[in-house]
């Protein structure tokens, strides 16, 4: 997501400059004009600061500036080593130089760049049907879809298009359009209480309890009312990746005779269950769900940030959210949030579609399925409770936590991941959504470049650092956790948390402590 930033003031820039005794040192050395003929680190800038405040005056040479930019991302981690995210962090080179070669090229621009806007219609053609789309055409004309930013984006408009879609009915019916609600899981990612605030809608959540991390059909069902404009089930939550009941909610709203639609939030899992568990009715298959959202940039292997959202037909899409543009000379039909953009990440997102096809996807998704069961047993020999389900049932992720005690332990989830990133590891602690008794849990995202090899030695890790953990007392621990917060972890040291926005109380994490697992 992309962060606020404080302009820092005058006195701020000055606490963060060196101090005083340090400027008036003199030093009596070379102070010719560079000639640009030595190396990167024999230049005047290599002897500088970077800029970080202000544009510098003059310019410097492409080649310093390269270098000293790279020297500065090299100090980033290694995202490999990052199981943190389902972001995508390998592609082919071949995809990598097609996508490089597209940069410059404005998406936007069809009439400029016609091909490219053809290939986004192929990607949203091949995942509706993967979806499985009516491909007869209904009282819109048939499914419809386009590409986003990513699934927060996709999420937006899906929300959008069910809100006008209710006011609509509503407005026909000469009733009040007051209060509209969405219904959905307190395990949601952030982007639904975004869109949700942003768009004033009201949020019905359907809480998780000790033992149930996803929502409840008939619980779910049963909090529908006139305002309701929509429910949300995910398919693979961020938490522990298990699939939520789609069908399940679909056949109450049958056998109720309710007309809500469903919204499938399948960012992580579109590209997983058709591959890994094709009979799972979780699709357009089910008669309720009217659209569904995916991101290109997880499991669908393409580079942040590219996602998908398709809807059934387009009459589910209210033709006053989509605007009629004449741009450099061609008719086009456009419902984003956004308007220009880059075509590298649709182009990525067609290269692995014709590139590995259904069987390469197929086999991928398998061996993901493949390490995620055999780091759950090897947790499950270590003591480990695992929370994530097995066998394809859920994403190829492992959600696992520390078993309960009659004794006390000395460490929990947080200081074992702490001691995880010393090792170099990403693999990030979370506290549970609300109604969980504060339930603390690590989680690790098996993707396309974790090889079974890299999951062994993440596993002799864990052991390592559980038994040093074991050796040391609580307040050894307290301690160490204090200096690795305030020392060693990024976040600690992060500043773009402007301090006018810190802890804020309105979001179910402000409210319940919640953790908001990372995408």
């Known amino acids: ?159 959008l298009a069910m809100k006008k879609r209710w006011k609509n009915k509503r407005v026909a019916a000469g009733k009040s359009t007051d209060k509209p609600n969405i219904i959905m899981s307190s395990a949601v990612q952030v982007c639904w209480e975004k869109a949700t605030r942003y768009f004033e809608v009201d949020e019905k959540l359907v809480y998780c309890s ?35 009941d789609v069908k399940g909610v679909n056949d109450l709203l049958v056998e109720r005779g309710l007309d809500i639609p469903i919204h499938v939030d399948a960012a992580s899992g579109g590209f997983v269950a058709p591959f890994v568990v094709p009979d799972l009715e979780w699709d357009f298959r089910c008669e309720k769900v009217v659209s569904i959202n995916v991101s290109g940039h997880k499991y669908g292997l393409v580079y942040p940030g590219v996602g998908w959202v398709v809807w059934r037909d ?28 880059g075509a590298s990440q649709v182009i990525g ?14 086999s991928i998704m398998s061996n993901l399925t493949r390490t995620a069961d055999y780091l759950s047993d090897a947790l499950t020999a270590l003591g480990f409770v695992i929370m994530s389900k097995r066998s394809g ?3 190829p992720l492992v959600a696992f936590r520390l078993p309960d005690t009659e004794q006390e332990r000395s460490y929990d989830e947080f200081a074992l991941a702490h001691r995880l990133r010393a090792r170099g590891w990403v693999v990030p602690a979370y506290t549970m959504a609300p109604h969980t008794n504060d339930l603390k849990m690590l989680r690790v995202v098996v993707r396309e470049d974790f090889t079974k090899n890299r999951c062994d030695a993440l596993i002799t890790d864990i052991r390592y650092c559980q038994q040093l953990l074991e050796q040391l007392d609580k307040e050894s621990i307290r301690k160490q956790e204090e200096f690795i917060r305030k020392h060693a972890m990024n976040s600690g040291q992060a500043k773009h948390n402007h301090p006018r926005f810190r802890k804020e109380k309105h979001s179910i994490q402000g409210k319940h402590g919640k953790t908001h697992s990372i995408c």
Do not use: W
């Open 1 to 159: 997501m992309v962060h606020l930033a404080k302009v820092p003031n005058e006195a701020e820039v000055a606490e963060n400059s060196l101090p005083e005794a340090v400027k008036k040192i003199s030093l009596q050395l070379s102070n010719d004009e560079d000639s640009f003929t030595t190396s990167v680190y024999g230049s005047k800038f290599a002897a500088e600061d970077l800029p970080k405040h202000e544009m510098p005056e003059s310019e410097m040479p492409k080649e310093i500036a390269y270098r000293m930019i790279k020297d500065e991302l090299s100090l980033d981690g290694n995202p490999m080593l990052n199981l943190a995210s389902f972001v995508t962090t390998y592609m082919e080179e071949e995809a990598e130089k097609l996508m490089a070669e597209s940069f410059s090229k404005n998406f936007i621009d069809y009439e400029e760049y016609p091909q490219s806007a053809d290939i986004q219609n192929r990607c949203v053609s091949m995942i509706g049907r993967l979806f499985n789309a009516p491909t007869d055409q209904e009282d819109g004309g048939g499914a419809v879809g386009t590409s986003c930013v990513g699934s927060s984006e996709a999420i937006m408009l899906a929300v």
């Open 210 to 244: 000790p033992d149930r991390f996803v929502i409840d059909p008939k619980e779910t069902v049963d909090l529908v009312d006139e305002n309701t404009i929509g429910i949300c089930v995910i398919l693979g939550t961020t938490y522990t990746g298990e699939y939520e």
């Open 314 to 341: 387009a009459k589910f899409l209210p033709q006053e959210l989509v605007f009629n543009i004449n741009y450099l000379g061609a008719d086009q039909s456009s419902f984003t949030l956004n308007f220009s953009k």
């Open 349 to 362: 997102q067609y290269y692995q579609l014709i590139r590995l096809g259904k069987k390469g996807y197929r």
């Open 393 to 395: 049932e859920g994403l």
